[in-house]
């Protein structure tokens, strides 16, 4: 009885016994898809990173604007920053009048952004979407 001999597998089909061993992928790449053979079937898996919106920046809000999608109006945005005074600030000129700088020098927090809380709006809807507290 003699055997007949078996037609190359199609082009792009893996060949039986798996494949070599690759190097991972670069940063920012999926990874290559994996292979499952199971009696005569082939089945394949392509798994590809999805892109995550920053929707929950709850905690992450600083000094610079955050790109995100607004939860009031759903738009894509980029959020809008104002200095508004804060309890640092005050804490600031309270230890300055402590100190004996009560000829107005307390007063020179109020006038620096470094030392008030930064608002984020929503520049669509104007809605206010977060606020970094530097206290």
């Known amino acids: 009885m003699a055997t007949q001999p078996q037609p190359p597998p199609p082009q792009g089909q893996p060949q039986p016994g798996g494949y070599p061993p690759q190097p991972p992928p670069p940063a920012g ?21 999805g892109f995550a919106a920053n929707t929950q920046n709850r905690g992450v809000y600083r000094e610079n604007p955050v790109s995100m999608i607004c939860p009031f109006c759903q738009a894509q945005i980029v959020t ?5 005074t804060g309890t640092l600030a005050w804490l600031i000129c309270g ?8 000829l107005g020098c307390c007063l020179i927090p109020f006038c620096i952004d470094g030392c008030k809380d930064v608002v984020h709006n929503c520049p669509n809807c104007r809605q206010q979407v977060g606020k970094f507290n530097r206290m």
Do not use: D, E, M, R
């Open 95 to 102: 230890i300055l009048l402590l100190l004996g700088f009560w």
């Open 80 to 84: 809008s920053t104002t200095y508004v």
């Open 29 to 49: 790449y999926a990874p290559p898809p994996v292979y499952q053979q199971t009696a005569g079937q082939q089945t394949v898996i392509v798994t590809t990173p």
